[in-house]
């Protein structure tokens, strides 16, 4: 089957078109139908227990003090807490069984019978299983005991503090915030077990499971998993098809003229860009260090081995779990978009020849700027959560902790990060210019740049919420910016970054290179975009998303697969090279990023993307496993290439030396194969089944997580946490070393052209 290149472009502007008609719809029809808060919600006499007020301030006061990232809501967040949805839930029906124990037997529930319990538990299902037609919401007596006990539990832990549960004190400064907090929660509650208007389901499809709530698996649920099931045995068909009836070109490393490094030009921009590296790899360090330390407070959940005795600072209360995970999200994905911007930055010229005026200066004032940015940021999410910006204060969200995960820092610093993106693209424009004059709009540069502004563009989803907006919605825009980055952009990025890099190198030439990056476009943005929907189905977003999740996501593996046999022709083209071969290791790095990406993103992420085992599971240790074997494996390790990459033709080729690399590249790949294999997953599967057998929320409570045997794989997860920790140093321990060996740079003037530029410009079309 021959495609052209015109082709694919005119399907991707389809493709474009109807991504947008659809989710663009699908975002209107989500409006209409989020599930509402009430004005009120009142007693069986008539008395108001919450408004939408309080129940809006309390979704401030979660956001403010950084609680998504200690538990989760709706089943997004931090899962080292409680899921606040499933947990008030929870509580709401063990209070409301032990006021009907009390009302009718004057005994606790636990010593009644099960005819008793039985006859209890069918009562709690009616009243919590019910439609809801407008207005003040009427609680029964039992529901109002039921609210007004979660509310002082959560005083309890939140505001009083809760070392046991890993919760500092004051973690909640006001009591009355955290009972506003106790009434957000129970509003997803209430959300998740009324049932939506002509459904037999609630609003957020019975999530979660919790039979006595009337919340078990829909109709939907199943029968779109079965077709899911289907889908995903043709998509690996299709996959397969594809790949062998378009015969895409594959890299030869053997018998091919490889450009020397020496041969190579440096220019003054692409010096500049190598500055990103060891900025990159500090960052990086700082973030492995705070997975220690979260991973540590899973065992030792007020302390780190008597570390704060020692020193005399109270860890938990200085830095708890919230703030810590918070960080040690933003850093990972800081410094692989650190590298990437390098990167960025880097290879135009590599690829023209050409430095524009003032590059060099341009690539070092947006290092400054982003510095500034993230240090702001970070700064800014430690105010907020200690309450030094706290929600009294208008602009608490603007300067402090927005507090939503993956998008913590203030309005302000994100505002920041986009103009960074902006400068970013700019230059990215100015650097390839000689190319994208020559090659058509769907060329290697164009692609290039198209994808490096989709990065930008999406993160614009992210200012369409504020607080005050529906937290169903709020969702429903921060997955655009999550989703649509790592299942969207980001795979267009490396596709392309992979392909123009071996390009570069001279193992595929540039035109085979295009049809195969347009290519894995057109299925990443043909599945990856409307499969945005896997994360709508259980956080009170309609029904419709569950067709649509399960076909386009499961659709994902079309690429996937393709991403697979392009890593295993990478590898027979490795297999065939010698040690004369200069691009060795930023090649395995790529190698490395591709099995992952099928590993991580394919083998863990499809399970998990049934519907059926997605209600289970979401929000669990499966989900932690796929999230760092997908976003270290296939994103970090391209981005690490990448840097290899760029020190390889930087630093001066006669002190070139990538022993402490080589064991950087091995010590990475076996701790997160450890840590993932070993501990992540298991645990995950212990989840799915305290999920399936005793409720969601016994999955994620503390008896569970102080069991005998997930502790024990907790503690497994240390061998492979250390191997990363070490590469790691090991990394950045070396690319500070190499600042002292870089080579001299050429003058643009001097040597217009050089080997590379020489080789692709002529080669170009249109
Ligand atoms: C390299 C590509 C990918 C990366 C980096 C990635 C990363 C992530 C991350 C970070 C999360 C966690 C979100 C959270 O905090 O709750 C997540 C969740 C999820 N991912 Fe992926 N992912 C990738 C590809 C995929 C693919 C291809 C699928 C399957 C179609 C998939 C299915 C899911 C699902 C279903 C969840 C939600 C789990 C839950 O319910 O808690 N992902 N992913
Ligand atoms: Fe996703």
Known sequence: MDVTRKTLAKILVVVFVANLVVMGAGALYSYQNAPPIPQEVVGPDGQTVATDERIQAGKATFQSNGLMNHGSILGNGAYFGEDFTADALDLKTQYMQEYYANERRDQ??????????????????NELDR????????????????HQQVREEYVDRYANGARERGVPAGMIEDPEDARQFADFALWTAWVSHTDRPGADYSYTNNWPYNPVAGNVPAGPTVVWSAIAMVLLIAGAGIGVWLYHSIELAEPEIAGIDIPDPREVDLLPSQR?????????????????????????????????????????????????????????????????????IGAGLFLPGLLTGHEPDHQRTLVNVLLGALVVVVVGGFVG??????????????????????????????????????????????????????????????????????AGGSIGLLFVAGVLYTPQTNMVMTEFWRWWVVHMWVEGSFEFFIVAVIGITLVSMGLLEKRSAEKAVMLQALFVMGS???????????????????????????????????????????????????????????????????????????????????????????????????????????????????????????VDPDRWNERRLRWAFWLWNAGLAIMVLISLLPIGFLQLETAFTQGYDAARSLAFYNGDLVQLLFWARFPGDTLLILGTVVFAYDVIRKRFVLRETSTPDETPGGTIPDRILPEDDD
């Open 108 to 125: 606790s529930y636990r010593s009644l019978s099960d005819a008793q319990q039985a006859a209890i538990d069918s009562r709690v299902t």
């Open 528 to 650: 990856g975009v409307i499969g945005a929907s896997h994360h709508y189905w259980w956080v009170g977003l309609p029904d419709v998303w569950i067709p649509f999740g399960s076909i386009f996501s499961t659709l994902e593996l079309i690429p996937l697969i393709l991403i697979l046999f392009e890593a295993l022709g990478q590898y027979r083209a490795l297999a065939t090279s010698d040690e004369s071969f200069a691009y060795r290791l930023p090649f395995m790095f790529i190698i490395a990023s591709g099995a992952w990406n099928f590993l991580g993103a394919g083998v863990l992420g499809f399970f998990i993307n049934l519907p059926m085992i997605n209600y289970y599971e979401h929000g669990t240790y499966m989900t932690v496993a796929h999230a760092h074997a997908a976003m270290f494996g296939a994103f970090g390790f391209l981005a690490l290439g990448m840097a290899v990459y760029m020190l390889r033709l930087t």
């Open 272 to 340: 500049a860009a190598t500055r990103y590296i060891p900025i990159a790899a500090l960052l990086f360090v700082v973030q492995v260090l705070f997975g220690a330390l979260l991973a540590h407070y899973y065992v030792e959940r007020d302390g780190f081995f008597g570390l704060g005795d020692l020193l005399g600072i109270d860890i938990l209360q200085w830095l708890p779990f919230a703030i810590s995970k918070t960080y040690h999200l933003d850093l990972a994905i800081l410094w692989v978009a650190t590298l990437w």
């Open 381 to 450: 999410v430690w105010l907020g959560f200690k309450g030094v910006i706290g929600t009294d204060n208008p602009l608490w969200w603007i300067l402090g902790n927005e507090g939503l995960e993956y998008v913590e820092v203030g309005r302000l610093w994100q505002f920041g990060l986009l103009l960074g993106f902006v400068l970013w693209t700019i230059l990215l424009y100015r650097g390839f210019k000689p190319m994208l004059e020559r090659e058509s709009r769907y060329g290697l540069a164009h692609m290039i740049i198209y």
């Open 131 to 146: 439609d809801y037609d407008g207005g003040p919401v009427e609680y029964s007596a039992a529901e109002l005991f039921a």
